[in-house]
């Protein structure tokens, strides 16, 4: 009924319910509106924190609510969908609850912590109608795709092994070191390398093995400051991944073939530019890309997705690829050997055409909310 009903009003633009308001939704999801007019609009903000919900919602001009309000969130009429950036545990029963509203979802990353809720949400969007993408803002960058179509086109000759390494120093007390809550760099910052290896390999990893690095340090509560993985894909190529919230800021990927390498260095950086270094024939050509609001485009896709009846892409299959990997390389540390993975067939991969620019978004003011990195 929900659902039928929205249909009938005939929007130019969908409403966007924010659910959560962290660093990540403050910084950059509710800046990117501005950069997305046309598409998407900002209808309502969720929050526990009631000097958040105030001043946010005096800052952006729209109605405010707490977590038990969240059914009447989803009832409203100007909510066509939910922009979910709560903690990582979290996202499973919002998106289910939205769904099975008639809400349209769109989920931080990574999109649940364990295959089992990725497919509740997957089966909920499918019984609710609705669409459900994954917030892969890399799926739209111009470098990324850029670097990928050139992977395609041969350029590299045959890829043969992928490196990624992406750290930074978290402060004592950070969110993203409480295990209840899903934190560590594992689910934080290890997403960005295991899906920039598949998306550059095009392929799915059929081996998983991984260490973590225990460290006596206050800042991580039952979290492994460190982790260390290997993908083992088909045709014998191999893909290395290391990522830490107790190391000095390190951002990069990088792609060998057999006639050349492409590097991203920084790779998955919202802030700033990221830069590309191309080699071939020991020639090395670099390029600097603007600096770009990498939110927006998520938004306009998903956006025009919901208003032209489209599948998205990243769709809810891509994410749950990632926390597949993430949940083997948990089990392989555990039990200190390789995980072999089921085979998986993904059709859908980030395009050419995706690609969209828009400008920077101003520097945002920040309340009850911590940042990433000291």
């Given at each position: 009924m929900a659902r039928e009903r929205r249909r009938e009003r005939g929007r130019r633009t969908v409403g966007y319910a924010v659910v959560g308001l962290g660093h990540i939704a403050q910084a950059a999801v509710l800046p990117a509106f501005e950069h997305a007019r046309g598409t998407s609009r900002l209808a309502a903000l969720v929050s526990g924190d009631a000097t958040k919900r105030k001043a946010i919602g005096k800052r952006h001009g729209v109605?405010?609510?707490?977590?038990?309000?969240?059914?009447?969130?989803?009832?409203?009429?100007?909510?066509?969908?939910?922009?979910?950036?709560?903690?990582?545990t979290e996202h499973a029963a919002c998106a289910v609850r939205a769904a099975r509203a008639g809400v349209h979802v769109l989920t931080e990353k990574p999109m649940a912590t364990s295959e089992e809720d990725c497919r509740a949400m997957i089966a909920a969007a499918e019984e609710g109608g609705v669409k459900l993408m994954v917030a892969y803002r890399l799926h739209f960058d111009p470098a990324t795709l850029e670097t990928v179509e050139l992977v395609r086109a041969g350029k590299l000759g045959e890829p043969r092994f992928f490196s990624s390494d992406f750290s930074y120093q978290v402060e004592p007390g950070n969110i993203r070191t409480d295990a209840r809550l899903g934190g560590g760099a594992i689910w934080d910052l290890g997403p960005y390398c295991v899906n920039a290896a598949?998306?550059?390999?095009?392929?799915?990893?059929?081996?998983?093995?991984?260490?973590?690095?225990?460290?006596?340090?206050?800042?991580?509560?039952?979290?492994?400051?460190?982790?260390?993985?290997?993908?083992?894909?088909?045709?014998?190529?191999?893909?290395?991944?290391?990522?830490?919230?107790?190391?000095?800021?390190?951002?990069?990927?990088?792609?060998?073939?057999?006639?050349?390498?492409?590097r991203l260095e920084p790779a998955f950086e919202y802030v700033g530019s990221l830069v590309r270094h191309l080699t071939i024939d020991e020639r090395t050509r670099t390029k600097k890309y603007p600096p770009s609001d990498q939110f927006a485009p998520e938004l306009v896709h998903f956006s025009r997705c919901v208003l032209e009846d489209r599948e998205p892409e990243p769709d809810g299959w891509e994410g749950l690829a990632d926390v597949r990997i993430i949940e083997a390389a948990l089990r392989s540390a555990r039990e200190r050997q390789p995980v072999r993975l089921e085979p998986i067939e993904r059709r859908r991969r980030p395009r050419a055409e995706q690609a969209m620019h828009r400008p920077p978004v101003a520097k945002a003011g920040v309340v009850h909310a911590q940042a990433p990195s000291q």
């Open positions: 109605p405010t609510f707490g977590y038990e309000d969240l059914d009447d969130v989803f009832a409203r009429e100007d909510v066509d969908a939910v922009y979910i950036a709560l903690p990582n598949r998306y550059l390999f095009g392929a799915e990893p059929i081996e998983v093995f991984a260490m973590e690095a225990l460290a006596r340090d206050r800042r991580f509560h039952g979290v492994p400051e460190a982790w260390s993985v290997t993908l083992r894909f088909p045709d014998e190529r191999l893909a290395t991944l290391t990522c830490s919230f107790g190391a000095a800021p390190v951002d990069t990927c990088r792609l060998v073939g057999t006639k050349g390498d492409v």
